[in-house]
């Protein structure tokens, strides 16, 4: 299976071409990028897709992340692999970014349990915990920091992401530390082809996994009354 991998969800623009047969990632770009994903993203995928070969119409599927994220990130995301597949005829499959941040320190050890975790802003997090066999602890949610560790306290865990510091900032005195804190920006752009070659395809749509309202808001004051 041939997978072409998008993520723009958070601080990073990347992209990835894996080829499952040969278990060869054939290209792969991800740089830190905080805005202007929209203008960055068609540029790099084109140079990954040209280095990797291959032609857009020669993928299996296509994946992307789908939240929880930067609204307008994830939308670019989102965006392109719809498009991409449209035009090439090929399925598209949606990935949280939880579940690829966890997916490395799972495949390392699905023993220890993991905590996944984004900085939503305004003291909450966006986070999933993960149990032994890698297994989802109920379904990726935003929460106040202090409710996200105690969540996170259950047991033995390693966090990752880029909530990851916030949480061991918040962790109480006297109690386990966590088994190990891994901030990053953004996840492993190979891990998500990696999970978008494993997602059953039809139960992954490309739908943004937003968790909160965006923070602008219009303003009932200031529109104008319909004619």
Same mark, same amino acid.
């Given at each position: ?95 949280t970014t939880l579940a690829a941040f ?47 560790? +105690?969540? @996170? ?10 909530? /990851?510091?916030?949480? *061991?900032? #918040?962790? !109480? &005195? ?9 901030? +990053?920006? @953004? ?10 070659? /494993?997602?059953?395809? *039809?139960? #992954?749509? !490309? &739908? ?20």
């Amino acid at each position: 299976m041939r997978i072409l991998a998008i993520d723009t969800a958070l601080e990073a623009c990347s992209a990835a071409v894996l080829d499952t047969t040969h278990s060869a990632f054939l290209a792969s770009e991800s740089f830190p990028l905080v805005r202007g994903h929209a203008e960055a993203l068609m540029p790099l995928i084109q140079r990954v897709v040209h280095n990797s070969g291959f032609v857009f119409a020669e993928f299996d599927r296509i994946a992307v992340t789908v939240g929880p994220g930067s609204f307008t990130g994830l939308r670019v995301g989102i965006s392109a692999a719809r498009g991409i597949a449209l035009a090439s005829g090929r399925p598209v499959v949606g990935l949280t970014t939880l579940a690829a941040f966890a997916a490395p320190l799972i495949a390392a050890n699905d023993s220890i349990p993991v905590v996944a975790a984004i900085d939503a802003r305004h003291d909450h997090v966006y986070f999933q915990a993960f149990g032994q066999g890698g297994r989802p602890v109920g379904p990726p949610r935003i929460a106040p920091i202090h409710e996200a560790v +105690r969540a @996170a306290m259950i047991g033995p865990a390693r966090i990752i992401g880029s909530g /990851a510091s916030l949480i *061991g900032a #918040a962790w !109480p &005195k006297g109690e386990a530390p966590p088994v190990s804190l891994e901030a +990053r920006p @953004a996840p492993d752009i190979n891990w998500v082809a990696r999970l978008g070659a /494993a997602a059953a395809e *039809g139960q #992954a749509p !490309p &739908k943004p996994l937003y968790l909160r309202a965006p923070d602008a808001q219009p303003q009932d004051a200031a529109r104008l009354p319909r004619r």
